[in-house]
């Protein structure tokens, strides 16, 4: 009999619902039964995300299951990190879940800092300052929302509060709750002393549990309303942590992976946090990872840009075609992807047009000399990160490992390796769910361990090879 496990993998820009087993020659396939829309509204001056709506989506998605006879033995949700849900004493959310992009938290950067300098921030988090992470947002709440932060009884992380509701069971998942800039790196603890000195109640905060925790099972009520029961499992629930380990490497191999999405998150994996001041001044940022491993890796705009242009100058056009138009292009102009300029802007090619100009570049015009813009842009970014991330570790690295959506553009994978002077692996696409699923497998047995994951995933999957 077949065993099937649950991947709810939440991004940004979109939702899937996808089903997996190991057949008969052992390989890991994969069916995606349900797929929904997810993007931040404004409401009441603030962009929040629709919380009750995409619970519905999960229950509705989670009914394919039935419907398609294929019960699951386990769920698991993953999600983007740094935002999150206050509930009250009721156990209810209060007020709406305010998405990262929103602008509360300017500001309060200067707040934090006038408590505890940047260096000693990082040296007690080993995470990089990002005006976005949960610490500054839950500032922004202190300051401006009072009665919010007086009723606060609980804060969860986004996929722990959908695990909150399938269980009834609270808790904080440790890879995303160490973009809270609130885990102690090297304990791996929530870190009282910097809560307690920035007026944050240590109380709030759910026990740290990690990837492969069996949370418990569904409640009587989703129970009636999906048609079944079954584990809820807990993934890594960062979805970069995920993808990362899904990443198809070899035992012991030392590589530097690139999680490419919305953002594209380079990095290596360590068995020891990394908060030197160096590491601190180049904003890496040691984030929490599987098997008591720290993702060591720095955070760039991604695909975001890409994703902003096709919407504002080409819908109808798919990503691939973009992608290849933009190969043809001869334009070499370069902006930096890291800037806080292309974080929200009111049109994403216009501000990209602009930055050009300013530089005395020359102006992409249309859809393809734009992106040709940002992909020349992104390689060269991830260059200079290797370097960084070269110097800081004093390691050299032959691969990258380029997994997620943006594994498939097939330009900037080929600038990528042309740029660094590196072999890149491109794939698998789908890493993020193949990395939930496989956490999940691993905790009930399907493999020994995440290695042996790794193994499967690298013979189930293909992966194009582009050289320097």
């Known amino acids: 009999m077949t065993s099937y496990y649950l991947a709810i993998d939440i991004g940004a820009s979109s939702g899937r619902h996808i089903l997996g087993h190991i057949d ?35 229950k509705d998605g989670m009914k394919k299951c039935r419907q398609l006879q294929k019960v699951p033995v386990s769920v698991g949700i993953d999600t983007w990190g740094v935002d999150c849900v206050f509930l009250g004493t009721d156990g209810n959310r209060l007020g709406e879940a305010v998405g990262y992009r929103d602008s509360r938290t300017k500001g309060m950067d200067i707040a934090v800092r006038k408590v505890v300098s ?27 929302e009072p009665d919010t932060f007086k009723k ?14 399938l269980t009834g069971e609270k808790a904080a998942e440790y890879t995303n ?20 000195a920035l007026g944050l109640s240590t109380s709030v905060f759910p026990e740290l549990i990690y990837p492969g925790t069996l949370l418990g099972r569904l409640k009587k009520d989703v129970q009636e309303e999906v048609g079944f029961d079954c584990y809820v499992t807990v993934p890594a629930t960062h979805d970069t942590a995920s993808a990362v380990a899904a990443v198809p490497s070899c035992p012991g191999e030392d590589a530097i992976y690139i999680s490419s999405g919305t953002w594209s998150l380079i990095g290596t994996e360590e068995k020891r946090p990394i908060c030197t001041e160096e590491a601190r ?4 940022t040691n984030e929490g990872g599987c098997d008591a491993r720290y993702r060591f890796l720095k955070n760039i705009m991604g695909m975001w840009m890409i994703q902003c242009i096709q919407k504002e100058l080409a819908p109808e056009q798919s990503f691939e075609k973009i992608c290849s138009d933009a190969s043809k292009e001869s334009i070499r102009s370069i902006v930096d992807c890291s800037d ?11 501000e990209i ?13 249309g859809i393809s000399g734009t992106a040709c813009v940002i992909y020349n842009s992104l390689a060269q970014c991830y260059a200079e990160t290797v370097k960084r991330l070269e110097n800081i570790t004093h390691k050299i690295y032959k691969k990258i490992y380029i997994v997620g959506g943006g594994s498939k553009a097939d330009y900037l994978n080929q600038l990528t390796a042309t740029m660094t002077g590196k072999t890149v692996c491109a794939g698998p696409a789908e890493a993020t769910a ?29 992966v194009v090879t582009y050289h320097s």
């Not at 052992?26 to 995409?54: A, C, H, S």
């Not at 609130?182 to 870190?191: A, F, G, V």
């Not at 990395?435 to 189930?460: P, T, Y």
């Open 118 to 144: 940047d260096e000693f921030l990082f040296q007690k988090t080993g995470i990089q300052k990002q005006i976005f992470n949960t610490l500054y947002q839950l500032m922004a709440v202190r300051e401006k």
């Open 281 to 284: 001044l180049n904003n890496f």
């Open 177 to 196: 709750a160490t973009t809270t800039q609130l885990i102690e790196p090297y304990k791996r603890k929530w870190n009282h002393e910097l809560m307690e």
């Open 24 to 58: 008969q020659n052992q390989k890991m396939v994969l069916e995606e039964i349900y797929r929904f829309p997810n993007r931040m509204v404004q409401k009441n001056g603030r962009k929040i995300w629709e919380t009750d709506r995409l619970f519905r989506e999960i």
């Open 340 to 350: 806080e300029r292309f974080l929200a802007p009111a049109s994403m090619a216009e």
């Open 152 to 165: 606060m009884e609980n804060i969860l992380m986004i996929p722990d509060f959908f695990h909150y509701l």
């Open 353 to 365: 047009w602009k930055a050009c100009k300013e530089s005395g570049q020359e102006i992409p015009a």
């Open 434 to 462: 193949i990395g939930n699923l496989a956490v999940q497998m691993v905790s009930h047995g399907e493999f020994a361990d995440l290695q042996e994951a790794k193994n499967c995933i690298r013979n189930s999957y293909e």
